[in-house]
């Protein structure tokens, strides 16, 4: 056999081309690759002639620089191919570094070292402060209660100072309870089930604050005055950024401080700010502001414009304004406003002191790298548990036309949702959390796991408050979500205000921050190195072919192409989201050759890349989490699901990239054979009807799976209480349920009429079809279902009384109401029967 034939050669060419360009091979071996052809294909010299000069100036870095890269940094500098960052924007973009986002840029994850990152677990030690301590706080005062009376009871304000919940992140070395952010986000997780203002009140001390900002750069002489102070509750804190101008472009903010020498010879500041959404500022005794500050004499010898700088106030200072208040939906946590008219303090109150002046962006935006990543994404998974907790146990107790609400499927498709979303967001919630805590400060996930986690429970509350119908609206001590429903815009606005979240940060600066090789490139124009650009921008081009042939590859086999760390049933997703990443990679590196310097204000286009991220980290830390705890068969419908769900979101988001890609040519492409190509082979769809009612049954039942979903949170114990309310009756029901079915298959068997089984319960009495024991627990379960599907109402009177005498009123009358019950008296099966039905 000829080796040499085309038939052979030419299959063989195409293959090496396809394998070298999936490897991504170096320079130098496409070199060899096209020799080898030139030298098949017999050549003419002028062609070696071109070959060799275009490979000599490519693989030889002096020509290269010389020859291509710098007229190059010209080009892109005449016509803004890269984009330009402010000083603020670069203190953003520095702050934190790449965790492994950088792996989804790169187009080839490692999901080896994925699934090597830690993925924390509730020690004996968490998990005793959570039975404890913050059982006893949830237990102290219902969330209605809260509402009414317009803020928390002394009682639990004094609890929450004594057990430490306002320093649980300041060391045990100054009083604090030195939790880990795990630990943390597991209390907010666990207090946000039980009222949105525990969670306001306790997270701004933990969180951004002046607790953060002094553990982190202050001195040790702040550290040890205020951080035992702060621990204790002694001090109430604040952090004041935002203003009436500056709000998610908090750089640009107006307060601002003068540097002066007083009559003793020291040093000043005469401070003047207008804030506001400062939560905790109307009760806060320490209040950190951040602030523009000015030196006309350059005393601290910065310069005159020093910079935004933080400092510590005590709200006493003379010519500080506090004691207003929002009302922020009617939430009754503390958020307000705060004046400063020439307020005087030392200059020794800078946190870290002089030397940190004119610091204060770049600490602000380090502390918001991971600290955004926390507090939000444990209170809006804490929700997410609630309302599965609430509607499946509501789908079974609640009926219609004879059945449960959950049998229908209307109801079990925002009931799947609501299941698989909740899986998905404990995922994210604790595999941040395990980041964080491992040191990192992953600042673009970290605004993923906000934005996105705060969404996803907007969704989640919104299929809850559709489930529960009118139990939902009429608010009440018996309604669980209508103060959760409308407390959720708040979470969505603050932190950063999500649509800028999606737009500017998770891309806009994901891209620059977490490419291989943009902000090396960026970075080497701004100090015009041309050996640091030729090399990252040569390492770039490398990384777009291989991309190429990648995505091309991929799409073709439908990611089985690609390796999976593991088998069994999860592997195939694993190979999809390599399809993807090296799909986004690829789009990423051509809407930043197409775009330059333009592509951040395409904020349409950039929020599509921002979602496939934001999905491709979803989806990974869903897959994290199934490996992490043990691969449990049975939480499979929900991994299936989420996954399923997650690339369904991706397909949505590339599409809209191909369909909106408006450059020349390429948006012909795009919009025209790519899009029909990726229709005619997505990447993703929506689950399955049969999947979720899989997943809708597993929050209808009793059992491990529904309480693993749904660990964490609060559940009283006690039946006065509309969740231990609703869970009695859910309980008792799941337990009546196969005395029905007995009644109903002895109906059809001809044993009893044709009745509705509710019918025939004396009937299956005295056929010895149930026995008094059965209808005893019927009893008791109908009596439990008739309780919890009740909602509240109010007199004339009691409804335009103040909150604070309703409040006192309620809990006299429910005092009374128990100092006056008389145990009831004992009935006969027929006869509690015969009071049901009555």
Known sequence: MNFLQPTIVIPTLIFLLLLLGYIGVPLWVWSLYFAALLVYFHAPIWIWTIFGAIALTLNIPILRQTIITSPLIKAIEAFNLLPKISDTERAAIEAGNVWVDGEFFSGKPNFQRINQEPYPLVTPELQTFLDGPVEQVCRMVTDWEIYRRKDLPPEVWDYLKQERFLGMMIPEEYGGLGFSNFAYSNVMTKLASRSFTHVATVGVTNSLGPAKLLLRY??????????PRLARGEEIPCFALTEPTAGSDAASIKSEGTVFRGEDGKLYLRLNWKKR??????????????????????YLGKGKEVGITCVLIPTDTPGVIMGRRHDPMGVPFYNSPTEGHNVVISIDQIIGGVEQAGNGW???????????????????????????????????VRQQFGLSIGRFEGVEEPLARIGGLTYLMEAARTYTCGAVDKGEQPAVISAIAKYSLTELSRKIINDGMDIMGGAGICRGPRNLLANIYTATPISITVEGANILT?????????????????YEEITALHQSDVKAFDRAFWHHIGLTVRNAFRALLLNITRGYLAHSPISGATAKYYRKLEWASATFALLTDIAMFSFGGTLKRREKLTGRFADILTWMYLATATLRRFEAEGRKSEDLPFVHWTMQYTFAQMQEAFEGIFHNFSVPVLGTLFAGPVSWWWRLNPIGSLPNDKLGSKVAHQLQTPGQTRDRLTAGIHIPSTNDQALGRLEKAFRLLSQAEPIIKTIKNASHAGKL??????????AALKAG?????????ICEAEFARNDAIQVDSFTLEEYLQSSQSLADKERQEDDSRHKSAKPPKALSPEGRWQKVKN
């Open 502 to 518: 999606r737009t500017l940060m998770i891309f806009g600066q994901g891209a620059i921050r977490c490419h291989p090789y943009v």
């Open 362 to 396: 770049k600490m602000l935006m380090q502390s918001l790298a991971a600290g955004r990543g926390i507090s939000f994404p444990a209170s809006c998974t804490g929700v997410a548990k609630l309302v599965a907790r609430v509607t499946g146990a509501h789908a079974v």
């Open 277 to 298: 959404y400062i939560t905790l500022a109307a009760i806060a005794t320490l209040l950190g502001l951040a602030f523009k500050l000015r030196d006309p004499e350059n």
């Open 218 to 227: 202050g001195t040790q002489e702040q550290k040890n005055y205020y951080l």
């Open 769 to 777: 079809v149930i026995n008094n024991k059965d209808v005893e627990l």
């Open 753 to 762: 009429p044709q009745q509705k089984p509710d019918e025939l319960i004396l």
